[in-house]
Every structure is written in structure tokens, then in C-alpha cells.
């Protein structure tokens, strides 16, 4: 069972407020990751880690940033919500090194609506 | 780009029919290939991988996929469908020991009992 935990599971929010999505893993992984998924969409990147003090913006733009103070912890925060936002966010992490990377294990989601 | 591609995005099937889904990718190197659930209400799960070696992968639930290299394809197949594989499937790929996962757009199946 992966151990990666996304908080909160469902969040409604009122425009122009400020929001962060928590995402931690028990796994001791030093990739994380940000994906953003639209229903019955394919899953676009926007955020990732290679570890501590390492971000790097994904293939799909966001007006999120990231953080990566903790190798557990990859939280993403919105400034200012906007209706646009409204998606769902998953969190994932991966370990190993080149050639021996595994796969990436992923939380339950974030489903955020922006009113 | 790099890109994974999903054909078929929604497929009905009734129980005990045999499945197969599409997925090809679009880089010439080296690639690791995965396939992923997702079940209502659930989170992703890996179903099978493909890094090296016998590319026919046997995954979890009677799953399988064969990775053809000279069609960049990785196909999902099952025998036998269950009422319990509605779900929506998710293909994969990782380029060249990039740390970035790729993701097709997703094909929704749908078993009717």
C-alpha cells in the first residue's frame, strides 16, 4: 500500500483566497510530484522535485507554486484562487536512481472548486 | 514532444468479453512503460510495468501487456472482463531515465454485468 497522504480531500473556496494543498509520503522518496487532472482528462505534470531545495516547473503552466523544504513534505500553494483553478490535483512520489527508477506512487487527490 | 497516446477513450464491454487497449508512445530511446487504475472514488494504482527484458509484463487482476518496440506500442490485454474492472486506465511513459512521468489521456471502461 503506498504511503502517500494528500490533504484535504475535497475543498470549495471563495475567489482571491489564498490555498495550500498538503501532500506528504512516509516512503523516504526523493522525486515528488504535481499533476493536475480535469475530469475524464489525461493527467498534465505541473510541478516536480528531484528533492530538497529542487523544484522545476512541469509541461502544463500553473499559477501554483511549490515548495520542497522537507523530503516528506511537497506542498503547492495558490495565491489568489481563481474559478480556472477548479480541477483535481494529484501528488506523487518516485524513488530509486537512473536506470533503477520505480514507479511513481500516487495519493488520493485533491479535488479543488473555486466559487 | 514527447507523448503518450490513448486511442480509444471509452469502451463498453460486456462481462466475460475479452479486452485490449491501445497505447503508443512517441520517442526512440529508451522507455520505461506502466499502466495505471483508476477505480471510482480511488486513487492511481500501478497495474503492470514494463522496464526490461520479457516484454510480455504480467500485472495484478489477470492483467498483461506486451511492449512492441518496432510499433512503439505497450497494449493492455485481459482475457476475461469482470463487472469490477469498470474503471478508468491510464498509460504511461518515462523517456530515457527521466524522472517525469508521461500520461495518456485515459480510457474509461465501462463492463456491464
Known amino acids: 500500500e503506498a504511503d502517500i497522504y494528500q490533504t484535504p480531500r475535497y475543498l470549495v473556496i471563495g475567489t482571491g483566497k489564498k490555498i495550500t494543498l498538503e501532500c506528504s509520503q512516509t516512503m523516504g522518496h526523493d522525486k515528488m510530484y504535481w499533476y493536475q487532472q480535469d475530469p475524464g482528462m489525461e493527467l498534465h505534470l505541473i510541478h516536480y522535485?528531484?528533492?530538497?531545495?529542487?523544484?522545476e516547473k512541469g509541461d502544463l503552466s500553473s499559477e501554483s507554486t511549490v515548495s520542497r523544504i522537507r523530503t516528506e513534505h511537497f506542498p503547492l500553494t495558490l495565491e489568489s484562487a481563481r474559478p480556472s483553478h477548479t480541477s483535481q490535483y494529484l501528488c506523487?512520489?518516485?524513488?530509486?536512481?537512473?536506470?533503477?527508477?520505480?514507479?511513481?506512487?500516487f495519493g488520493q487527490g485533491t479535488r479543488l472548486t473555486v466559487v | 514532444a514527447q507523448s503518450v497516446s490513448q486511442h480509444n477513450h471509452h469502451v463498453i464491454l460486456s462481462e466475460a468479453a475479452s479486452l485490449e487497449l491501445g497505447c503508443n508512445y512517441s520517442y526512440g530511446g529508451t522507455v520505461n512503460l506502466f499502466w495505471y487504475v483508476q477505480y471510482p472514488g480511488q486513487h492511481l494504482q500501478l497495474l503492470l510495468k514494463?522496464?526490461?527484458?520479457?516484454?510480455l509484463v504480467k500485472g495484478i487482476k489477470g492483467f498483461e501487456a506486451e511492449f512492441i518496440k518496432s510499433k512503439f506500442s505497450f497494449n493492455l490485454r485481459k482475457p476475461s472482463v469482470q463487472w469490477s474492472d469498470t474503471a478508468e486506465y491510464f498509460c504511461a511513459a518515462r523517456m530515457d531515465s527521466s524522472y517525469k512521468l508521461i500520461f495518456g489521456s485515459g480510457t474509461r471502461l465501462l463492463v456491464r454485468p
Open positions: 514494463y522496464f526490461s527484458g520479457d516484454p
Open positions: 522535485s528531484y528533492g530538497v531545495n529542487s523544484t
Open positions: 506523487a512520489s518516485s524513488g530509486g536512481r537512473a536506470p533503477f527508477l520505480t514507479e511513481a506512487f
